[in-house]
């Protein structure tokens, strides 16, 4: 069995415009599937480093102010040589006043959606669940 570790984030555009509805960003994989940013924590990084890499890595954004702590999804897949992997992705708040992204080779397109746009567009119910707790606790 092996374990893995990631970082996400949930971004939220950070507008001038105040009374503007929240946008968060979502990035679409090259498998057709919706979702935050995250990655794969480092030997020898911390979560909030791993985070701030990931980010600039898949998004080009340079500017993330992390806010807080949402929670963790844990899953498990089969990987491409048969070997079963569990996941744990711990996922963060952040905000950024950068809404033009240059997205990594791993995606095919974003996209800055309102809450309920988000709800829509996220198809595992674990991510979902990451946004509705940010939401619920006030966060966003």
């Known amino acids: ?77 089969m990987k491409l040589n048969g070997i079963r992997s569990h996941k744990e992705v711990k996922f963060y708040f952040a905000t950024t006043p950068i809404r033009d992204i240059v997205i990594s080779y791993e995606h095919a397109s974003y996209r800055w959606v309102s809450f309920l746009s988000g709800l829509n567009f996220l198809a595992h119910r674990q991510l979902k669940s990451i946004l509705i707790k940010g939401h619920r606790t006030g966060l966003y």
């Open 1 to 77: 069995m092996l374990l893995e570790t990631s970082i996400g984030a949930v971004i939220r555009y950070k507008s001038p415009v105040s009374s503007k509805e929240p946008e968060f960003l979502i990035l679409k994989n090259r498998r057709g599937s919706w979702g935050f940013p995250q990655g794969h924590k480092e030997h020898g990084e911390s979560e909030l480093e791993t985070l701030k890499r990931e980010v600039r890595e898949e998004t080009g954004i340079q500017f993330l102010e992390i806010m807080s702590f949402i929670g963790t999804i844990r899953y498990s897949y």
